[in-house]
């Protein structure tokens, strides 16, 4: 069975402190994706790492990817409040086209 | 945003009725999607399309159907709605079999008593 694991489950953090998020897996995969989802509503797509040591940016988020560890990192640099919300990782094996999401990440960032 | 739109967006129905949802997209994407969103669980691919008329299950697909009739619409169809299916179900599409992101639409609520 494959398994998509993300932790912390639940995550409260200081504004301008810096957190890392982690997400294992346990298949083959070079292909993980990121994504935001605020209360009530849709997925946002985030990231998208499609090669071993891929590192992605985007203001005070970076994702990583080390596919010989099946690990992926989701790190917040110096958070705000804007940053809370829940995320989720998603694998897509190399051998197949479905994506296998985590259980997610709630982030609360508290000023 | 990704032109997708989920109808209903909430409902609220009976055990043992059947129900609908509709997925429309105007991307004109070959990949479509059936997700269902539950606390602990994360989403879990319901069933998804790679064209006209062509599905596959996944990997929780009992108790669901789907029909792809037109590259715009996915239907999702409970024959006999069960409490255990009261969720919140999003469609997704991609442009690309593999290494492309999914874009999600936003939901339908859906419960059944």
């Known amino acids: 069975e494959l398994k998509v694991e993300q932790n912390p489950l639940f995550l409260s953090m200081q504004e301008g402190k810096n957190y890392t998020i982690y997400c294992n897996y346990s298949?083959?995969?070079?292909?993980l994706y990121w994504y935001r989802q605020d209360p009530g509503k849709s997925l946002e797509s985030l990231f998208v790492?499609?090669?071993?040591?891929a590192v992605k940016q985007e203001g005070r988020l970076m994702a990583s990817l080390d596919t010989k560890a099946r690990l992926s990192t989701l790190h917040i640099t110096a958070a705000v409040h804007d940053l809370s919300a829940t995320y989720f990782c998603?694998?897509?094996?190399?051998?197949?086209?479905?994506?296998?999401f985590g259980t997610g990440t709630s982030l609360t960032v508290i000023p | 945003d990704a032109g997708i739109t989920q109808s209903p967006r909430h409902k609220v129905t009976e055990t043992g009725t059947p129900v609908t949802l509709r997925c429309h997209q105007t991307?004109?994407?070959?990949?479509m999607y059936w997700y269902r969103q539950d606390p602990g669980h994360g989403l879990r691919l319901i069933h998804y399309?790679?064209?006209?008329?062509?599905?596959d299950k996944g990997e929780v697909s009992d108790g669901y159907s789907v029909s792809r009739s037109k590259t715009e619409d996915f239907l999702l169809t409970l024959e006999s709605a069960t409490s255990s299916q009261t969720s919140v179900y999003f469609c997704?599409?991609?442009?690309?079999?593999?290494?492309?992101?999914?874009?999600f639409g936003d939901g339908t609520r859906l419960s059944i008593l």
């Open positions: 997704a599409i991609s442009e690309l079999r593999v290494q492309g992101p999914q874009h």
């Open positions: 298949t083959t995969s070079d292909r």
């Open positions: 790492l499609l090669s071993n040591g």
């Open positions: 998603a694998v897509e094996p190399n051998t197949g086209n479905q994506f296998y």
């Open positions: 991307e004109n994407h070959r990949y």
């Open positions: 399309s790679y064209g006209v008329k062509d599905t």
